[in-house]
């Protein structure tokens, strides 16, 4: 394996040069981390996006080119994606919703550059520990794969709902409501097993379910921009010393780096999973946080860099974990993957058990890759980070206008329907009152993504397995964690209302 990971090393660094001077894939690397870069930070675009554009131009690249600019593409996305969470609470994908929470809080404290910093050193750190886990994790991970079924990946969706007691904070009850509308409007749609439609009213956009982009963009972007417009003040009114930020945040990351490595370490069994993914992976990371780390049900949610930290540890590992199903056994482990899968045959390249044998070589070069790319990614944002973190400076009704634009034209992208322009503005105003009456938006968010994961895999299980799936030793082990997880929450919720009546009592 040594010597497969040391030719993987000369095939990027080595001939054909560019000019003699650049290696062809070390180039591609490079440009696919900036054009990765630049996807993030667009709000509604992400790497599913990149990648397809991508695709097409690898027809006439060399295997170690193609799979490089592939890599370097999808890699770095979930980095970039921080600079809209955190300047204007608009994620710039799906695995940048957890960082609004707590990273526009810190950008209207004037500490945006402190985020950055915390941000690019976790997701760096991310990076580099989901490439060592897919380096060392497939001989060892591919017989506890093949141990999971439906059954569990319907306990895992299951355990991921219960977080929301713990998302919820003091308002357990409220995150579990919010939560069960999110699974309602997540079966809007015709059934996948069934074919029959349901609360589709008689519009033929809706039977495709509702999509995601403009529901989370209308429960975070809308609010956020609605409530500073009419402050009609700048995103913060703190003076914002951008690169002293910095260093605090990198220091932040350092003094949490036990937080990092677990939820480093999270990100990559989700990615691991497949059908689980971007779209859960930072809010199971940013529950996790919330249950685990001191203080947090006071601070979270009101600028805590350890809210930003676990999101973003977890949601750059995820790419290392979605690769280990794709090479090892063909099953790609997200969307993104998915395409990576296509890159792969088109260089004639079949994925699977055969690839680990016969092109180890190859492997290894994802895991460089990813490696490079995650590297290239945060070194070239820390030298953005002064001139995007004074952003914050300027008047709110200056760019207002540019975001809500933004904002609008990635709903549109979802399905390139105004249908979607009416699930944004309904999910504005729903986010709106939400925000105002003190609700729980995340829990919704979360109830949608989760939605159909559920409803797929208990159909698969009752029907293979009738009701005997529910004595699976999986099942019942992630049932208890469950319960654990629910218990805490409304311990901690009942414990703070206790603390805070004597003092409202005074």
Same mark, same amino acid.
């Given at each position: 394996m040594l010597d497969a990971a040391m030719i993987a090393l000369e095939n990027i660094f080595g001939c054909p040069c560019y000019l003699e001077v650049i290696p062809i894939p070390l180039a591609m690397l490079f440009a696919g981390v900036l054009f990765g870069l630049f996807l993030g930070a667009m709000p509604g675009l992400g790497g599913i996006v990149g990648l397809a554009i991508i695709l097409p131009f690898t027809y006439d690249m060399d295997t170690t080119s193609a799979l490089a600019i592939m890599i370097g593409v999808t890699a770095v996305v979930s980095t970039s994606d921080t600079i809209p969470a955190v300047l204007f609470g608009v994620p710039g994908t799906a695995s940048a919703q957890a960082t609004v929470m707590d990273g526009h809080p810190m950008a209207v404290k004037g500490e945006a550059g402190r985020a950055f910093g915390a941000a690019y050193m976790s997701s760096l750190i991310g990076g580099l520990v989901g490439a060592c886990l897919l380096a060392v994790s497939i001989p060892i991970l591919r017989p506890l794969v093949l141990m999971f079924g439906s059954p569990e990946f319907f306990m895992l969706g299951l355990l991921g709902i219960s977080m929301v007691a713990v998302l919820a904070g003091s308002a357990p009850i409220k995150g579990l409501v919010a939560g069960a509308i999110g699974l309602i409007v997540g079966t809007v749609g015709s059934d996948p097993q069934l074919g029959e439609l349901r609360y589709t009213f008689g519009h033929l956009y809706l039977w495709d379910r509702v999509p995601l982009v403009p529901v989370a963009l209308g429960l975070f972007a809308i609010p956020e921009m609605v409530d500073l417009v009419v402050k009609g003040t700048k995103i913060s009114n703190v003076p914002t010393k951008a690169m002293k930020g910095v260093a605090v945040g990198i220091r932040d990351a350092f003094d949490n780096w036990f937080l990092v490595l677990r939820c480093s370490a999270l990100g990559t069994w989700i990615g691991f999973i497949p059908g689980l993914g971007a779209s859960v992976v930072d809010w199971f990371a940013y529950g996790h946080a919330a249950q685990t780390v001191k203080g947090a049900r006071e601070t979270f949610g009101k600028g805590d860099v350890r809210g930003v930290i676990a999101p973003e540890s977890a949601n750059n590992a995820r790419e290392g974990g979605a690769l280990i199903p794709t090479v090892a056994f063909g099953i790609p482990g997200s969307s993104s993957m998915a395409l990576i899968l296509g890159g792969l045959m088109i260089q004639g390249i079949q994925p699977g058990p055969s690839m680990l044998k016969e092109h180890l070589d190859l492997t290894y070069t994802l895991v460089w890759s990813?490696?490079?790319?995650?590297?290239?990614?945060?070194? =070239?944002?820390?030298?953005?980070?002064?001139? %995007?973190?004074?952003?914050?400076? %300027?008047?709110?009704?200056?760019? #207002?206008? =540019?975001?809500? #634009?933004?904002?609008?034209?990635?709903?549109?992208?979802?399905?390139?329907?105004?249908?979607?322009?009416?699930?944004?503005?309904?999910?504005?105003?729903?986010?709106?009152?939400?925000?105002?009456?003190?609700?729980?938006?995340?829990?919704? %968010?979360?109830?949608?993504?989760?939605? /159909? =994961?559920?409803?797929?895999?208990?159909?698969?299980?009752? /029907?293979?397995?009738?009701?005997?799936?529910?004595l699976r030793p999986g099942v019942i082990a992630i049932f208890l964690l469950i319960i654990a997880s629910l218990a805490y929450g409304f311990y901690m919720a009942n414990k703070g209302g206790k603390q805070e009546a004597p003092a409202t009592k005074g």
């Open positions: 990813l490696a490079l790319s995650n590297i290239f990614g945060t070194v =070239i944002l820390m030298f953005l980070t002064s001139q %995007v973190a004074k952003l914050t400076q %300027v008047r709110i009704n200056i760019i #207002a206008p =540019i975001i809500l #634009a933004v904002v609008f034209l990635a709903a549109f992208q979802a399905t390139a329907a105004m249908g979607d322009l009416g699930i944004l503005m309904t999910a504005g105003v729903l986010g709106w009152l939400m925000k105002r009456f003190a609700w729980p938006r995340p829990p919704m %968010v979360l109830g949608l993504v989760l939605a /159909n =994961i559920l409803e797929r895999n208990l159909w698969i299980s009752t /029907n293979r397995y009738g009701l005997d799936w529910l």
